[in-house]
C-alpha cells in the first residue's frame, strides 16, 4: 500500500502563500494518479487538485482553480501544491492520497497521508 507523509502546513495570514509538499515510499510513485484533498471542520473532505501519473494532466476544484498549482517530481517520489492568495475558507487539514485511477472521487483513493493543517487568518 506505501506511506504518504505531507509536510507544509502552518498558520498563515490571509493572501500569503504555502508549498505542500507529499513525500511518498513504498509504492511505485510513477505509476499512481495522486490527489490532495481536504477537510475543514464540521464539513466532508473535499477534492482540491489532482494529477495523473504522468504528470502531463491537472484537475482542479473551482474554489481553487488560478490559486492552486499541483505538481510533482517523479524521481523524488514527491508531489506538491503550491497554494497563493489563500482564504481564510481554505483553513483545512489537507491530505495527498494515491489512486490507480485519473479520478475526483476519494472512495477510489487507495493510500493516505496523515495530514497537515493548514490556517489562515483573516
Known amino acids: 500500500q506505501g506511506q504518504l507523509v505531507e509536510s507544509g502546513g502552518g498558520l498563515v495570514q490571509a493572501g500569503a502563500s504555502l508549498r505542500l509538499s507529499c513525500a511518498a515510499s513504498?509504492?511505485?510513485?510513477?505509476?499512481?494518479?495522486m490527489g490532495w484533498f481536504r477537510q475543514a471542520p464540521g464539513k466532508e473532505r473535499e477534492f482540491v487538485a489532482g494529477?495523473?501519473?504522468?504528470?502531463?494532466?491537472?484537475s482542479y476544484a473551482d474554489p481553487v482553480k488560478g490559486r492552486f498549482t499541483i505538481s510533482r517530481d517523479n524521481a523524488k517520489n514527491t508531489v506538491y501544491l503550491q497554494m497563493n492568495s489563500l482564504k481564510p475558507e481554505d483553513t483545512a487539514v489537507y491530505y495527498c492520497?494515491?489512486?490507480?485511477?485519473?479520478?475526483?472521487?476519494?472512495?477510489?483513493?487507495?493510500?493516505w497521508g496523515q495530514g497537515t493543517q493548514v490556517t489562515v487568518s483573516s
Open positions: 492520497a494515491a489512486s490507480l485511477y485519473n479520478s475526483r472521487n476519494q472512495h477510489n483513493y487507495g493510500t
Open positions: 513504498g509504492l511505485t510513485f510513477a505509476s499512481y494518479h
Open positions: 494529477i495523473t501519473a504522468s504528470g502531463r494532466s491537472t
